[in-house]
């Protein structure tokens, strides 16, 4: 017949100094475990710390008033977040067919217009600092200032920018920023 060995137990330690050793190892282990969760969430706290303190935040408006009352259109960039935007695509519409500059724009909204009736600044690739603003087009012709303001419902621009820490986000002209993964390609139809 075969004969059943019997494992021993593992038992406590007897006497109290072992037990205490016992005691300390598992306590100690504990707090090391209980360090590396604080660790971890104050990490988390930092991260969103620093995403809140370089938060760019772009909107897009027209203005068709001067501060004296006369006609003067703008389309504007405005950075009401409290860090840079880089911008990095943008993309013009006249009755949702893109644009490649604001002159085939402006000629898309009213037809023909005078020359030197606006001024343009390039808004790809710009950084938009906190709390300031491009004009994207400026028309200084009062009376196609006004044309193009009464057709400015035609006319959309999106535009995605990324903080410094390269989260982005994708704004158009009638809707608010909404977070995406990475912008798109460069668009190589809109060259102001």
Known sequence: MTELRT??????????AKRLELI???????IAALALIVS??????QRVQARALVWPYLQL???????????DYRFLVLNGGIGPA????????VDEKPVSTWDEAVKELIGE???????????HGRIVSAGTN??????????VAKAVAEARHRLQMQVCYCSVLDECWLVS??????????CPARSTSFKD
């Open 113 to 123: 217009r005078p020359p030197n009736t606006m001024i343009r600044n390039s808004v």
């Open 134 to 143: 491009v004009n994207a087009v400026h028309v200084i012709d009062p009376e």
């Open 86 to 93: 880089r911008i990095r695509f943008v993309e013009v519409t």
């Open 7 to 16: 494992i021993p137990s593992r038992e406590l330690p007897k006497t109290p």
């Open 24 to 30: 300390a190892a598992v306590l100690a282990s504990f």
């Open 173 to 182: 002209s009638h809707e608010e920023p909404a977070p995406i993964t990475k």
């Open 61 to 71: 408006a027209s203005s068709d008033v001067t501060e004296d009352g006369k006609s």
């Open 40 to 45: 971890a969430y104050s990490a988390y706290w």
